[in-house]
Structures are given as structure tokens and as C-alpha cells.
């Protein structure tokens, strides 16, 4: 792989956030992600900016594929002013009147006055000022921006941990396959001998017949033949390589790898009962968990391309 190439990985868990005034506006954006198979994105901002929510939505499933996604949107006061006030006019001339017609009748002195009137309840409306929705929106996804960038940069940090732990278990593999090939040999060349001598203290004294045993060590070879199963494991590695520097999400596709990763290692398990090779199908399987492992691995991980 070509150098610089670990920043093309990144982890399906991260955090952001931004923060600006837009337009006399505070706008603050977070927004976290956790493992999750498939894109579940959760947004919470106050109901009065509902409208935001479809605009919201389409930028997150633009910037991220997968993971359990939860943006939260605080915005305060506008400082250009987003609400006016009026007087309700029938609800006061309705107190006025009521205060009037107790004057009368009562004989009360006339102290009726702004001060008082005002006292009432709902006597002034409070509303808020029609505003441009599709600003308002693109208002707040600018501020999105800024946290899905943070988020960006968070994810990429452990996205390069993760690519020299995932290589690094490729390499591990890739030894312990070399390992099992040299022992694969072997294997028909013990059973040979432990053939031949077995032969030779049942019949003792009389002439061992050599074609009998080469026949049978050449059906035991066929049995114990582990050739087509290195072959396939050493081609999943080379795509497992092709996959961490390709464009795009390749997080699924991981997942069906390491599923053939461990197909092919419970094959040769079951093939061989060698000691030697058991000791490195052991070896191999447990790097395959671990690949496959949220907290040591990154099938339940996001790997990511330059896409984002």
C-alpha cells in the first residue's frame, strides 16, 4: 500500500461539534456515533426549528454511511429580535370595560390606568416574527458542517489506529499460513512412516509391500490436503489489502471477509489433526476474532475511503 494510505480508514464511532452566530443566531451542533449494522440517525432540536429536521438528515446521510448516529441541535435567541409584541385588543377592551362598569356601580374613584391594565393576563400577544425557513435551515446545516468536520477528523484519528491493527493481524495470518504450508508436507511424511512401521510389526519377518503403502499415503495426502485452502486464505489477504485502500465504505464487505477468513481455517482444522498445524489454525482463528472484535478490530467499525 501506498504511504499516507491509514487516513483513507475511518471508525464508525466518533463525536463533533460546532459552534457559530449565524446571522444573530448562537447555532451549536453535536453529534456522536456509535456501532450499528446500518445508518440510524436521531436528530433533537427545539420543535419551534422542526422544519430544519428533513435538511438535517439529508447532510448527515451524505457524510456518513453507517453507525447509530445522534445530533443535537441548540440554537438561542435571535439578536436581530425574533418575536413581536402587540396589544390584544379585544381581550383589553374587554378588561377596560369590566373595570368601568365597576366604577360605575360602586361609585370607586377613576384610577384606571396603563400600569394597571397591563397587569392583566393576556393582554399583549407575544409572536414570533415570520422568518425565511430554507435560511434558517441552511443556517443551521452551516453549523453542521463544522461539527460533521470535527467528527470527520475524530473518526480518521482512530480510523489509523485501527488500519495498523487490522494490517497488522493480516500479517500475522499471512505468517502463520506460510507456517501451515511448510507443515503440510510433513504431515504425509510422518503418516508414511508411521505406516511403514506399524505394517512392518504386524507382519514382522515378511516383505513389506511398498506400492500398498505409497497408495495409502497418496489417499491420506488427497484427505489432508490443505493447498486449496492457503491458496484461498492468501487471496483474501491480498483483497483485505485492496479493500482498506479502495474509495468508498467497505465495512459489510470486511464482514463477509471475515467470515471466509474463518471458513477457511475451520477447513484446514478439520482436515489435519496435526498438532503443529492445530497450534496455528488456533493461532489464526484467534487474530480473525480479534480482526472481527469492535474493541480490537473493525468489522463492527466503519473502514472507510476518501468518501468519508
Known amino acids: 500500500m501506498e504511504q499516507g494510505e491509514p487516513a483513507l480508514v475511518k471508525s464508525m464511532t466518533g463525536y463533533g461539534r ?5 446571522h444573530g443566531r448562537s447555532i451549536t451542533v453535536e453529534l456522536r456515533s456509535v456501532n450499528n449494522r446500518y445508518l440510524d440517525c436521531t436528530i433533537k432540536l427545539p420543535r419551534i426549528y422542526v422544519f430544519a429536521e428533513d435538511a438535517i438528515k439529508s447532510k448527515v ?10 445530533v443535537f441541535v441548540t440554537i438561542g435567541p435571535s439578536e436581530n429580535g425574533d418575536v413581536s409584541i402587540s396589544v390584544n385588543k379585544p381581550v383589553a377592551d374587554g378588561y377596560y370595560a369590566a373595570l368601568c362598569a365597576l366604577r360605575d356601580s360602586y361609585g370607586l374613584k377613576d384610577d384606571i390606568s396603563v400600569s ?3 397587569r392583566f393576563q393576556d393582554v399583549f400577544l407575544v409572536e414570533k416574527t415570520q422568518e425565511d425557513l430554507e435560511a434558517v435551515s441552511a443556517d443551521i446545516c452551516s453549523v453542521l458542517e463544522l461539527a460533521l468536520q470535527d467528527f470527520d477528523a475524530m473518526r480518521a484519528r482512530e480510523g489509523e489506529k485501527l488500519f495498523q491493527d487490522v494490517t497488522g493481524r493480516a500479517r500475522t495470518i499471512e505468517a502463520l499460513t506460510t507456517r501451515v504450508e511448510e507443515r503440510a508436507p510433513g504431515i504425509v511424511a510422518d503418516y508414511r512412516a508411521r505406516l511403514s512401521a506399524k505394517m512392518a510389526e504386524v507382519l514382522q519377518n ?16 488427497d484427505k489432508v490436503a490443505v493447498d486449496e485452502e492457503t491458496v484461498r486464505l492468501r487471496s483474501h489477504l491480498s483483497q483485505l489489502d485492496h479493500m482498506l485502500a479502495q474509495e468508498g465504505p467497505v465495512g459489510r464487505k470486511l464482514d463477509f471477509l471475515i467470515q471466509e477468513f474463518n471458513r477457511e481455517a475451520n477447513t484446514i482444522g478439520s482436515k489435519c489433526s496435526d498438532i503443529d498445524i ?7 482463528k484467534a487474530e480473525i476474532d480479534k480482526e472481527a472484535d469492535p474493541s480490537a478490530g473493525a468489522s463492527k467499525v466503519n473502514m472507510k475511503g476518501r468518501a468519508g
Open 18 to 22: 460546532g459552534e457559530a452566530v449565524v
Open 61 to 70: 446521510q451524505a457524510h456518513i454511511s453507517r453507525g447509530k448516529v445522534d
Open 206 to 221: 515378511t516383505q513389506l509391500d511398498e506400492s500398498r503403502i505409497l497408495t495409502e499415503a497418496a489417499v491420506y495426502a
Open 116 to 118: 394597571l391594565l397591563s
Open 278 to 284: 492445530a497450534r496455528h489454525v488456533v493461532d489464526i
